[in-house]
């Protein structure tokens, strides 16, 4: 089956989400990502046992941080799916662009992009 998702987004591949620390999310931000969404196994389904518990958490801690220095928390996520589900990850991919583009850029990058033009 061909899933069919916008081209904006990247993924990256890890063996459990709950290798993902809050620097990867905050990083990616930091780099310039509009968004980030994190993909784990369905709760208390994970091949590693609380991988995906621990992930909520550290993306739960992640949109506090955005919070409280002026960020929209929605730019950050969490969703949980089997692999089987091909056609509702495409549609989250799609729900997430849509929410994005509502927020608009990413204001880390826009200042970025004014001190280059400047200098």
Known sequence: MRLSYPT???IIKVPCTGRVA????MR?????AD?????????????YQTGNLRA????????EILKSI???????AMYNL???MGPRFAEIT????????????????????RKEKAA
């Open 8 to 10: 904006n987004i990247r």
């Open 35 to 47: 968004g980030v969404f994190v993909a784990g196994c369905l709760e208390g389904d994970c091949h």
């Open 94 to 113: 799609m729900e997430m662009v849509e929410k994005i583009r509502l927020l608009g850029p990413n204001p880390i990058r826009l200042k970025g992009e």
């Open 70 to 76: 002026g960020f929209e928390p929605e730019r950050v």
């Open 56 to 63: 909520k958490k550290r993306v739960a801690y992640v949109q």
């Open 82 to 84: 089997s692999a089987g």
């Open 22 to 25: 809050p620097i990867h999310i």
């Open 28 to 32: 990616a931000l930091e780099k310039g």
